[in-house]
T-cell receptor, first 113, second 115 residues
Framework: EDQVTQSPEALRLQEGESSSLNCSYT??????LFWYRQDPGKGPEFLFT???AGEEKEKERLKATLTKKESFLHITAPKPEDSATYLC??????????????FGTGTQLKVEL | GAGVSQTPSNKVTEKGKYVELRCDPI?????LYWYRQSLGQGPEFLIY????????DSGLPNDRFFAVRPEGSVSTLKIQRTERGDSAVYLC?????????????FGPGTRLTVT
């Protein structure tokens, strides 16, 4: 069974204080690892897809990296508007084309002035 | 362009009643997914449609839950004899489809409360 574990559960940062969120996963065969941002009362917003170990992607203050066992979401010089829950999900390669995402429980990030 | 839309945004129903939740995917997306999210948890997969057919319904918790997508676009999630444990946010997502992109784009969700 595919599993995703995210840590920490909650993170409080001062504005400008860089940090990383962790996503550990086990999957039978990884098709892709996905990062989403979710604001309260809204649906998850797509950020990145990573397909193979060593891959990195960047968007503004966010950089996602992938190894064979985990992914990191690095936040450089965060701002209060980066406050949200960040969700990690995996999609397995399944014979017959199953495409479901298996999510972790998320990291709740709060960035303070 | 228009994203995934879901209606209603909120639904309050009494235990034992029947409810329907609607999802309008992004135009041109052939793949459609339903997930359920409880407070403090990540979304949990329910069912996946490729075109009009349910390609994977392994996440439906029991036979009270059913979903359709008759014309390959709009989908309806149907819940019979609702129970208090069905209370959650029901999320819909769409994707361009196999061979194009696996990224899933989510709607705002329908918050279902069963009293």
């Amino acid at each position: 069974e595919d599993q995703v574990t995210q840590s920490p559960e909650a993170l409080r940062l001062q504005e400008g204080e860089s940090s990383s969120l962790n996503c550990s996963y086990t999957v039978s065969g990884l098709r892709g690892l996905f990062w989403y941002r979710q604001d309260p009362g809204k649906g998850p917003e797509f950020l990145f897809t990573l397909y193979s170990a060593g891959e990195e992607k960047e968007k503004e203050r966010l950089k996602a990296t992938l190894t064979k066992k985990e992914s990191f979401l690095h936040i450089t010089a965060p701002k209060p508007e980066d406050s949200a829950t960040y969700l990690c999900a995996v999609q397995a390669v399944i014979t017959g084309g199953g495409n479901k995402l298996t999510f972790g429980t998320g990291t709740q990030l709060k960035v303070e002035l | 362009g228009a994203g995934v839309s879901q209606t209603p945004s909120n639904k309050v129903t009494e235990k034992g009643k029947y409810v329907e939740l609607r999802c309008d995917p992004i135009s041109g997306h052939t793949a459609l997914y339903w997930y359920r999210q409880s407070l403090g948890q990540g979304p949990e997969f329910l069912i996946y449609f490729q075109g009009t057919g349910a390609a994977d319904d392994s996440g439906l918790p029991n036979d009270r839950f059913f979903a359709v997508r008759p014309e390959g676009s709009v989908s309806t999630l149907k819940i019979q004899r609702t129970e208090r444990g069905d209370s959650a946010v029901y999320l819909c997502a769409s994707s361009p489809g196999p061979g194009r992109s696996y990224e899933q784009y989510f709607g705002p969700g329908t918050r279902l409360t069963v009293t």
